[in-house]
């Protein structure tokens, strides 16, 4: 399997009440990766990267959507992620949350333009 290092990923996401497409874009990188001796359907290791998003839209859903369209489904995430490694990580460590973390938020205004930000 090759890790993705950095890249963008311009792919739009579908609205669910409008079912219309908006466009989405996320950057992202890898940051680490490992490779556990714990079996994962249908491979005899399992393999995990922490990777930093960043959206430069602010779709519902969206780092999910586009974590999964990169091969880097977020593990707990039971939308869009893979069942056989989200149960994995209950069956073996009894964890059932999702692995994402907003480190910083910024919110910029509609009216104004100000922006306001958040961190850890």
């Known amino acids: 399997m090759v890790f993705l290092s950095k890249g963008i990923i311009d792919t739009?996401?579908?609205n669910a009440e409008t079912g219309m497409y908006k466009e989405a874009l996320t950057e992202y990188q890898t940051l680490e990766t490992i490779e556990l001796d714990i079996p994962v359907h249908p491979y005899e290791k399992s393999r995990y990267s922490l990777v930093k998003f960043t959206p430069k839209t602010g779709r519902m859903h969206q780092l999910?959507?586009?974590a999964n369209k990169i091969s880097h489904p977020i593990?707990?995430?039971y939308q869009y992620?893979?069942?056989f490694h989200n149960r994995m990580f209950e069956n073996e460590f009894n964890w059932n949350n999702m692995f994402l973390h907003a480190s910083e938020l910024t919110i910029k205004q509609p009216n104004s333009g100000d922006s306001s930000s958040f961190k850890k």
């Open 12 to 14: 739009p996401t579908k």
């Open 64 to 66: 999910r959507i586009h």
């Open 75 to 77: 593990v707990g995430d």
């Open 81 to 83: 992620g893979d069942r």
